[in-house]
């Protein structure tokens, strides 16, 4: 309706003037609340992110915890963080098996036992009461960390397809698609034990220099610690954002957008990276061998695997709630003429 279509309407004699006002004001009152609403949707819209969802972030990461609880990805988690478990301690005997022979293993199990916040001790100490093990041991450990490591991925797959509305992928297809996840996620740890060995060769050049030298980068001895802090921080963020992109890419059976899972793979990163801090803090308060004995440190573990796997999964439900909400081109599934991205 027009605000101004008021004027063009005859005035009775015995008008009053009062209500024509009124009524004029209530016009105009509803046109700028369209407006200011509309601004604000807007301005906290997914399409202000860059990608082409036009509704707001709180409807949204609301419909996404529905979407979760509906799709029962939390026992997806748990057979995740059982499988994930399996994998963890052959994945570790293997990598100090390699450390051994190339200086990158030693580097590669600290990158691995960094991802467990206060179970590190539990893990180095369990890694080295049993080094020096056969060849037939090692055998049994790349045996058992294929097979765990391609169900976990396999896990991750089906809950995917739950959130996309897809089928599941044909048995030989789906186990290659997790064995080559499996070398993606080693060549990232690959690449982060890289950058990292890069990170530290630099500060410990950057500790050398000299009072004088220092004063030609002020910045750097003004930050001191706390810049590589924010560095390293910084590498680990993108590690994680990388991993998390990937498999929301790739793990479901249906040709997802590379421009639709970056909102949920950074809001993933980014929430992996805060529970991190804050299941490591709980444990200052919730004492686990004092509740499960000698095995604490295991329950410990485990129940950090299930919190990363749910704030996996939960980035995968945003991703696939990204696009629901008023997409502009549907994500079908390969074969199959139903949108994969609706939801029951």
């Known amino acids: 309706m027009n605000r101004w279509a008021i004027f063009n309407r005859p005035l009775n004699a015995d008008s009053d003037a009062s209500t024509f006002w009124a009524k004029l004001f209530k016009a105009h009152k509803v046109q700028s609340t369209k407006l200011s609403t509309g601004y604000s949707m807007n301005r906290l819209s997914r399409h202000s992110f860059g990608v082409r969802n036009r509704s707001p972030w709180r409807g949204m990461i609301a419909h996404a915890v529905h979407q979760f609880h509906e799709n029962d990805l939390f026992t997806s988690a748990a057979a995740m963080s059982y499988f994930g478990l399996m994998t963890l301690f052959p994945a570790l005997l293997l990598l100090l098996a390699l450390s051994n022979r190339i200086a990158a293993g030693n580097q590669m199990i600290t990158h691995i036992v960094e991802v467990y916040p206060g179970s590190g001790k539990f893990l180095r100490a369990t890694i080295s009461s049993l080094s020096g093990i056969s060849t037939g041991v090692m055998i049994t450990c790349g045996v058992v960390v294929l097979w765990a490591g391609s169900w976990v991925f396999a896990v991750v797959e089906r809950a995917l397809n739950r959130i996309w509305g897809t089928t599941p992928r044909t048995f030989l297809h789906g186990r290659a698609l997790t064995l080559g996840m499996i070398g993606i996620v080693g060549v990232l740890l690959s690449v982060s034990v890289f950058v990292t060995s890069i990170l530290v060769a630099l500060q410990e050049i950057a500790a050398r220099l000299s009072p004088r030298q220092l004063e030609n980068y002020r910045l750097l001895s003004s930050v001191g610690s706390l810049f590589w802090q924010i560095v ?113």
């Open 232 to 344: 390293f921080a910084l590498v680990s963020l993108l590690v994680t954002f990388a991993l998390f992109a990937i498999v929301y890419k790739f793990m479901p059976n249906a040709h997802v957008p590379i421009r639709d899972t970056l909102p949920g793979a950074l809001i993933g990163s980014l929430l992996w990276e805060a529970a991190k801090y804050v299941f490591a803090w709980s444990l200052n308060y919730f004492h686990y061998d004092q509740i499960y004995g000698s095995v604490g440190a295991v329950v410990a573990v485990l129940t950090w695997g299930y919190v990363s796997s749910m704030v996996l999964l939960f980035g995968a439900t945003l991703t696939g709630v990204f696009h629901r909400e008023h997409m502009e081109h549907p994500v079908t599934a390969p074969g199959i003429n139903v949108p994969s991205a609706s939801f029951s």
